[in-house]
């Protein structure tokens, strides 16, 4: 079973902060790799599909990169919006897995 | 757009059974045949847990190692429907359920609401 890593768990940052995630997979799972955006009481949102590729409507602040087993996500200038809790999630196989989660906070 | 209507929140005692729903809209009833449905649970404060998959055309559902055997996922495509069952609820079984739609490579495009389920004695 490919166990998935996010860190930090917690980061705290300012508006305009630059700000970056990291998601690591235990074995390579290529570029099958994306990142959900979920606010409280709220389902996720899907942000970054296929490592890289931004989903529709997304602001191109956002951005993914990474393949194999060590993947980022890069937000340039973070917003009021952005204060969040991020997932990262594998799907390299039909059988699929989320990371850990890392809760972005006001500073 | 495609949207996905789940069943309101449920309460139920340990031993109980239950079957929540996720209705897609905005599918012709060919494409609703066409994607995965996932379901995701999310306990209280806790983070996403992926817990397996079925495809409508011909009901193939691949569960996920932790959740095999503890529920069962079944779909009904004559109303683009797809349900997420337990025959005997455990207090642990409380928490958010999300289904979702998986799109190509894997990811899920569009979520649902959310299902919360109680289970208490």
């Known amino acids: 079973d490919i166990q998935m890593t996010q860190s930090p768990s917690t980061l705290s940052a300012s508006v305009g902060d630059r700000v970056t995630i990291t998601c690591r997979a235990s074995q390579s799972v290529s570029t ?23 989903a529709t409507g997304v602001p191109s602040r956002f951005s993914g990169h990474g393949s194999g087993t060590e993947f980022t996500l890069t937000i340039t200038s973070l917003q009021p919006d952005d204060f969040a809790t991020y997932y990262c999630q594998r799907y390299s196989s039909y059988l699929s897995a989320f990371g850990p989660g890392t809760q972005v906070e006001i500073k | 757009e495609v949207q996905l209507l789940q069943s ?11 079957k929540i729903s996720c209705q897609g809209s905005g599918y012709t009833q060919y494409s609703f045949t066409s994607y995965w449905i996932g379901w995701v ?5 806790k ?4 817990m397996g998959i079925i495809y409508p055309g011909d009901s193939d559902i691949r569960y996920s190692p932790s959740f095999q055997g503890q529920v069962t996922m079944s779909a009904d495509t004559s109303i683009s429907t797809a349900y997420l069952q ?8 409380s928490g958010m359920y999300y289904c979702a739609r998986r799109k190509g490579s894997g990811y899920f ?7 919360l389920v ?3 004695s």
């Not at chain 2, 309101?8 to 239950?18: D, F, N, V, W």
């Not at chain 2, 983070?47 to 992926?50: A, D, K, R």
């Open chain 1, 32 to 54: 099958y790799l994306a990142w959900y955006q979920q606010k409280p009481g709220k389902a996720p949102k899907v942000l970054i599909y296929d490592a890289s590729n931004l």
């Open chain 2, 8 to 18: 309101g929140a449920e309460m139920r005692k340990p031993g109980e059974s239950l």
């Open chain 2, 41 to 45: 649970r999310q306990r209280p404060g």
């Open chain 2, 47 to 50: 983070g996403l847990e992926w």
């Open chain 2, 86 to 93: 337990w025959n005997s609820l455990q207090v642990s079984d």
């Open chain 2, 109 to 115: 495009d569009t979520w649902g609401q959310g299902t």
């Open chain 2, 118 to 120: 109680t289970v208490s």
